[in-house]
């Protein structure tokens, strides 16, 4: 149960010697053999073979599932998942197996742990449609944002034991909309500034926001020979870029490869890294190519 054990992937054909013929009913996906090899005895749940026929239907469910299914069962909610569900614990898998709901949910618990106890307690569902939720992926929380339904599963005799969870992870999906969202309003910001320096200052109003919790801005000169950075903005405080100026014509240059790749691709993006800026925070970030309106109304690149 411990959250640094490895994600050992061994044959299953492998892995299910030994297995005895009752037990076969899990299947042979990865988070099967997973658990038959863990320690059920150390929880409520106890022993497989000792399993209720209802948890082991759902169960037997929840493994064959393409979507992504976790089980919580038992007075702690001990948590049972599916292969599809292996990327929400992220590098912690296969850590959250067996693992009691409010240990696992522990940064979304506010959240959460009503949502689980009005389930066992009144049987109520639960749905919610792109919910920011905390989670810790690799080792630190972070923010998430999931479409999933809570539903009561029934006990041999007839009331709740536990609960079924059908999820998706949206938060790729969430955070690009929110991004486009935000870079039409920094552009929204420069529209009426006089100077194209101005514009690029104006547009990073919004820098330091959840959306866009860093910026750099760089203006193109005239036949792109070099880019200027003229405005930076973040939420961390004081921010200097290690690359103040671009020169696109040198060719074994990682920041003037990005510059130019950036150039060939307006509006389009990319992850850059970190060794383009010093400052603290994360390690990787956005480079978006975009547009900024000069008092010419013409149209010349800024990224950020």
């Known amino acids: 149960m411990r959250l640094s054990d490895p994600d050992t992937r061994l044959d299953p054909d492998t892995r299910l010697l030994g297995v005895s013929e009752p037990e076969r009913w899990l299947g042979d996906s990865d988070m099967a053999l ?4 863990f ?3 150390q929880t409520p749940l106890g022993p497989i073979a000792l399993w209720p026929h209802s948890l082991r239907t759902v169960v ?4 064959r599932s393409p979507f992504q299914m ?8 001990n948590c049972i998942y599916n292969d599809a569900e292996r990327d929400v614990p992220g590098n912690l898998h296969p850590g959250p197996l067996g693992m009691p709901a409010r240990e696992l949910l522990r940064d979304s618990w506010e959240i959460t742990g009503p949502q689980l106890r009005g389930m066992m307690e009144r049987g109520e569902t639960t749905w919610a449609e792109d919910q920011p939720l905390t989670v810790d992926r690799r080792g630190t929380p972070e923010a998430a944002y999931f479409t999933y339904s809570y539903s009561p599963i029934l006990d041999d005799h007839g009331k709740v034991g536990g609960v079924l969870l059908v999820t998706q992870d949206t938060t790729d999906r969430v955070l690009a909309e929110r991004r486009l969202e935000a870079l039409r309003g920094l552009t929204a910001h420069s529209m009426d500034a006089p100077t194209e320096r101005q514009a690029c200052e104006q547009a990073l109003a919004l820098a330091g926001s959840a959306d866009v919790p860093f910026a750099l801005v760089y203006l193109i000169e005239s036949g792109r020979r070099r880019a200027q950075c003229v405005a930076a903005g973040t939420g961390w405080g004081n921010v200097q870029p290690a690359c103040p100026t671009v020169e696109l014509a040198n060719r074994r240059d990682e920041a003037s490869m990005l510059f130019r790749t950036l150039a060939d691709r307006p509006m389009g ?3 850059v890294d970190s060794r383009l800026v010093r400052r603290p925070g994360p390690k990787r970030f956005s480079a978006i190519a975009a547009g900024v309106r000069g008092p010419d109304r013409s149209r010349r690149h800024r990224f950020g």
Do not use: K, V
């Open 60 to 63: 037997a469910i929840c493994l």
């Open 34 to 37: 997973r658990l038959l090899e």
């Open 269 to 271: 993006g990319m992850l």
């Open 39 to 41: 320690d059920w005895s």
């Open 70 to 77: 976790a089980i919580y069962w038992g007075p702690e909610l």
